[in-house]
């Protein structure tokens, strides 16, 4: 596509929108102004191509396409059907898959259809039939431990949160929580790292129908040998959540024990984050699992979201290029320059530094809670994510951590230099930031105090370190 066609694409999708809803047409010229002039270190965020982006915006939005390929409960999804296969196929060639399934419209969908993919040759019980007439809101936790015992009394397995694991991997918040009795495992208390001995431990004395693997802050490569080796000696299915690694993965970076697609029973992923796509997600199984996968809806799914699934097929295509690989290699590259920067200038590291696309820095040295923190940092134009540590005192909600990431910052075209600058200024910052009181006088979790002077001058020095790299240089709004 040419410079002038992408401005032109954009300009005129702004221009119709406007003549509806101005307010809509202002906020998403703003989102673009904000994205462009701000650090994006959130590592499961990213920013899709303006080819991903314009195959969201059209007709097959207007599509019902409940079923799979060739087999819809809808006449008329012929063209449905082609960008379905497409993105499947893409897929199945990127990943080296089997199976691959992409109707889920985000990750913890993709979590679903895999949890009850895997639990579906069970027997619907009498009980699971009367649940289904009932509001889930209802179920006490006596219903939800007599479902539980219906189906098998199913157990989960898989990375606590503080370590590193995700909500969807059984925690009672989210409805994997209530579907499986779950257990954690966690991470060495002094290397931050897993202990493969202390998971198949766990393994043996709890026996989990499912082992999850995969996290969402935990800075480390993950042996999947080592877990599908654990998951058969308890005769468990072996899954993996590759949300945030998914872009490493297509691009060839983790390989071997590193890669869970040949070790794994089921894998799931979102398709945004570090494989650069649009918000969704997808599954990748084994051949004997693509059945039950492939009801993902109506099981756990609404209907498949075809203007989505177009946008999949396209960012699974621009993966296939070899500049995909070129460019995963550098979010690794660029994390580990980041870490590096940041210890040197006194930053403590969980596991002391990253073998993958995120660092998570634990601010309790700068006298700080990750909230407090979070909020000095987007101050100064510098946008993060709180997220606990290991044996997190100040739990889920201040958090005593900071993740940060670099895919985003690396589709820019920031290097290993620049991630030195983004950590010379993260250290101003986070310096410079002190913890507020109450108003009784007792310590805040919350309040801060930051020179306002110092935020507006990072943020400048934010703004001038972006200024070589502009985001979609091509599209001008004006």
């Known amino acids: 596509m040419s410079r002038n066609a992408e401005s032109t694409a954009f300009r005129s999708a702004l221009e119709v929108i406007r003549a509806v809803e101005p307010r809509v047409a202002d906020a998403i010229g703003a989102e673009l102004t904000d994205q462009r002039e701000s650090l994006k270190l959130i590592a499961s965020e990213n920013y899709a191509s303006p080819a991903t982006l314009l195959a969201m915006g059209n007709w097959f939005s207007d599509k019902y396409a409940e079923g799979t390929v060739g087999r819809r409960f809808y006449a008329g999804c012929q063209n449905v059907d082609t960008v379905e296969a497409l993105a499947a196929e893409h897929a199945r060639e990127l990943f080296g898959a089997a199976h691959a399934y992409v109707q889920p419209h985000s990750g913890i969908d993709a979590n679903l259809v895999a949890f009850w993919a895997v639990l579906a040759d069970r027997v619907e019980s009498p009980a699971l039939k009367k649940a289904q007439v009932r509001h889930v809101n209802d179920l006490t936790e006596a219903d939800w431990f007599a479902l539980r015992r219906e189906l098998g009394n199913q157990r989960m397995l898989g990375m606590s949160l503080d370590a590193g694991g995700h909500l969807t991997h059984g925690f009672r918040p989210n409805i994997s929580g209530k579907m499986f009795d779950q257990r954690s495992y966690g991470t060495d208390p002094a290397t931050g790292l897993i202990d493969y001995d202390r998971v198949a431990e766990a393994a043996r004395e709890f026996k989990p129908l499912i082992l999850v693997g995969g996290y969402s802050?935990?800075?480390?490569?993950?042996?999947?040998?080592?877990?599908?080796?654990i998951a058969d000696s308890v005769g468990a299915t072996c899954m993996v959540d590759m949300a945030h690694f998914a872009g490493l993965v297509a691009g060839k970076v983790f390989t071997g024990d590193f890669d869970p697609v040949p070790h794994a029973h089921i894998v799931t992923t979102t398709t945004h984050k570090s494989l650069r796509g649009p918000r969704g997600g997808m599954v990748l199984c084994q051949p004997?699992?693509?059945d039950q996968v492939d009801r993902g809806c109506p099981m756990v799914l609404g209907g498949p979201l075809p203007h989505v699934m177009a946008a999949k097929a396209v960012a699974l295509a621009e993966a296939?290029?070899?500049?995909?690989?070129v460019y995963a290699q550098r979010i690794v590259d660029n994390a580990q320059a980041l870490a590096e920067g940041l210890l040197r200038r006194g930053a403590k590291l969980v596991t002391g530094?990253?073998?993958?696309?995120?660092?998570?820095?634990?601010?309790?040295?700068?006298?700080?809670?990750?909230?407090?923190a979070e909020q000095a940092l987007l101050d100064s134009g510098i946008v993060t994510n709180r997220n606990s540590v290991p044996q997190d005192p100040n739990g889920a909600w201040y958090t005593s951590g900071i993740r940060v990431g670099t895919p985003a910052l690396t589709t820019r075209g920031l290097g290993t230099a620049e991630m030195d600058q983004t950590a010379e200024l993260m250290h101003t910052v986070l310096t410079q930031t002190t913890a507020g009181a109450n108003a009784d006088g007792t310590p805040s979790k919350a309040k801060y105090t930051l020179d306002p002077a110092l935020a507006d001058k990072v943020a400048r020095q934010a703004t001038d370190l972006l200024a070589p790299h502009p985001l979609y240089p091509a599209i001008d709004l004006t």
Do not use: C, M, W
């Open 353 to 372: 530094g990253t073998d993958n696309h995120l660092v998570l820095i634990d601010v309790s040295g700068y006298g700080l809670t990750g909230r407090q």
């Open 217 to 229: 802050a935990y800075p480390r490569k993950v042996n999947f040998r080592i877990l599908r080796e």
């Open 320 to 325: 296939r290029r070899p500049d995909f690989a």
């Open 288 to 290: 004997e699992l693509a």
